[in-house]
């Protein structure tokens, strides 16, 4: 582990994200821009992760999206976990379209989605999902998070998992036969 602190990852990701995102149409709001604190430097937690709410409030957000990259004192544990508040199915929709796209940029585990009290998924009034973009603390992990091509392709999975979440795949129709049309 080199001392790479986890803003070095999310908010590069995050500002590319929000760049594919707006290149497709979408409006994007991010709750920072910079190394900054939201609600200010002598904030308490839940003050910091309400502020983030409120952000999402205020711009009368449709989802909310918080990345983060995991650690864990064990340094073999490693892969993508999405979370989301249990008693929102369209959370837990957010969290596994997220998940799917996550666990395609790398050959790592996938620690699937997760319900969690998690305070920004908890008061969010819109479907809300917290991703875990890998471990810093797996010397492997840190290795690929590092890089701006992964985080180009980590950023590129959220757009990604987002757009299949707002707009979901077609589903074939079936023909009079009843058979599914399928072109391979």
């Known amino acids: 582990m080199t001392g790479i602190y986890e803003k070095d990852i999310t908010l590069p990701v995050a500002l590319k994200a929000k760049a594919l995102l707006e290149a497709k149409g979408a409006i994007v ?30 711009h009368h957000a449709d989802l909310f999206v918080s990345l983060h990259a995991n650690a864990c004192a064990d340094t073999k544990v490693g892969g993508f976990t999405s979370y989301y508040f249990p008693q929102s199915a369209r959370g837990k929709a957010l969290a596994q379209a997220l998940q799917n796209r996550l666990v395609q940029t790398a050959n790592r585990p996938d620690r699937g989605i997760q319900p969690a009290g998690f305070y920004v998924l908890k008061y969010s009034p819109m479907p809300a999902a917290l991703v875990e973009m890998l471990f810093l603390s797996n010397p492997q992990e840190e290795a690929l998070l590092r890089q701006k091509p992964f985080q180009d392709k980590l950023a590129n999975a959220l757009a ?16 009079r036969k009843g058979a599914t049309r399928t072109a391979l």
């Open 29 to 58: 709001t991010l709750t920072r821009t910079t190394d900054r604190d939201v609600y200010g430097p002598l904030a308490t937690a839940p003050q910091e992760l309400q502020a983030r709410v409120n952000i999402a409030v205020q």
């Open 160 to 175: 990604l998992g987002i757009e299949d979440y707002v707009r979901p795949p077609a589903r074939p129709q079936p023909d």
